[in-house]
Nanobody, 116 residues
Framework: QVQLVESGGGLVQPGGSLRLSCAAS????????MSWYRQAPGKERELVAR????????NYADSVKGRFTISRDNAKNTVYLQMNSLKPEDTAVYYC?????????WGQGTQVAVSS
């Protein structure tokens, strides 16, 4: 059974930091590209960051470049999103995604709220 379980969300003040984690099971994690998406209220889900299966390449949405860092530990079947200098507009539900060819898996999401 495929599972992606996100954790690490919460309420943080503007300028603060959070680290999201996504623990994967039920598939060969090291074969999959991993991504973080987010969806704010009333908006479409958008790609935040992606990392290849071997961590050879990463890419980011323009809105988070220089503030967020995606990384993975294939030995722990976990992908991370380090979020620094958080802004109110980063408030959203953050979702973990695993993709390889037609296989496409999603987590249940974790809420991030940035507010003073």
């Amino acid at each position: 059974q495929v599972q992606l379980v996100e954790s690490g969300g919460g309420l943080v003040q503007p300028g603060g930091s959070l680290r999201l984690s996504c623990a994967a099971s039920g598939f060969t994690f090291s074969n999959y590209a991993m991504s973080w998406y987010r969806q704010a209220p009333g908006k479409e889900r958008e790609l935040v960051a992606r990392i290849t299966s071997t961590s050879s390449s990463t890419n980011y949405a323009d809105s988070v470049k220089g503030r967020f860092t995606i990384s993975r530990d294939n030995a722990k079947n976990t992908v991370y999103l380090q979020m620094n200098s958080l802004k109110p507009e980063d408030t959203a539900v953050y979702y973990c995604n695993a993709k390889r060819y037609i296989s496409d898996y999603w987590g249940q999401g974790t809420q991030v709220a940035v507010s003073s």
